[in-house]
T-cell receptor, first 115, second 116 residues
Framework: GAVVSQHPSWVICKSGTSVKIECRSL??????MFWYRQFPKQSLMLMAT?????????EQGVEKDKFLINHASLTLSTLTVTSAHPEDSSFYIC???????????FGPGTRLTVL | AQSVAQPEDQVNVAEGNPLTVKCTYS??????LFWYVQYPNRGLQFLLK??????LVKGSYGFEAEFNKSQTSFHLKKPSALVSDSALYFC??????????????FGIGTKLQVIP
């Protein structure tokens, strides 16, 4: 149980285009979903926290208009990188947690490369 | 503010030997503590957690961790390392008193290399 999927697993796009990444909890209802960014050989940087049906809470320094997060249901959250630039290239990881439990369950990550 | 320290960038251990990956934390209240493992180009996999109860927590793949409140530590251990244990390990903490906002702080990660 507690499986989280991400789609796509990797994506290459041109500078200026937008990219959408999906995060799904496959066998449980996720009250909260998290989006992280991971740079090579570095830890996870929390970008935002989202609860179903409400606006995401962004961490300091993360541009809300650039990284659009939609938590449409208890099993789906999406991250849209708008007007992507090469510096947005990174490994993006989502996670989901259930009500009352401490641990997060992570997706496999999405490698974004912006040319 | 909560924080996590993993003092070792890399730990090398011979296959079959015991391994320890260190973690210390800082929270204002009582901690939820976690260990995760990450294989290359993959997401994180949950290994174990401490919330309350016994200080020695057993998790997946033969790993265990010991919660030490006085030393504010939560070191990850395994009695006999396998080559397949080679990966990046993250310690994480959440303040139990943080209520509905479940922000978790991750350490920078420790690369474990098990030598055949």
């Amino acid at each position: 149980g507690a499986v989280v999927s991400q789609h796509p697993s990797w994506v290459i796009c041109k500078s200026g285009t937008s990219v959408k990444i999906e995060c799904r909890s496959l066998d449980f209802q996720a009250t909260t979903m998290f989006w992280y960014r991971q740079f090579p050989k570095q830890s996870l940087m929390l970008m935002a926290t989202s609860n179903e049906g409400s606006k995401a809470t962004y961490e300091q320094g993360v541009e809300k208009d650039k990284f659009l997060i939609n938590h449409a249901s208890l099993t789906l959250s999406t991250l849209t990188v708008t007007s992507a630039h090469p510096e947005d290239s990174s490994f993006y990881i989502c996670s989901a947690s259930r009500e009352g439990l401490g641990e997060q369950f992570f997706g496999p990550g999405t490698r974004l490369t912006v040319l | 503010a909560q924080s996590v320290a993993q003092p070792e960038d890399q730990v090398n251990v011979a296959e079959g030997n015991p391994l320890t990956v260190k973690c210390t934390y800082s929270v204002s209240g009582n901690p939820y503590l976690f260990w995760y493992v990450q294989y290359p180009n993959r997401g994180l996999q949950f290994l174990l957690k401490y919330i309350t109860g016994d200080n020695l927590v057993k998790g997946s793949y033969g790993f265990e961790a010991e919660f030490n409140k006085s030393q504010t530590s939560f070191h990850l251990k395994k009695p006999s390392a396998l080559v397949s244990d080679s990966a990046l390990y993250f310690c994480a903490v959440r303040d139990i008193g943080s209520g509905g906002y479940q922000k978790v702080t991750f350490g920078i990660g420790t690369k474990l290399q098990v030598i055949p």
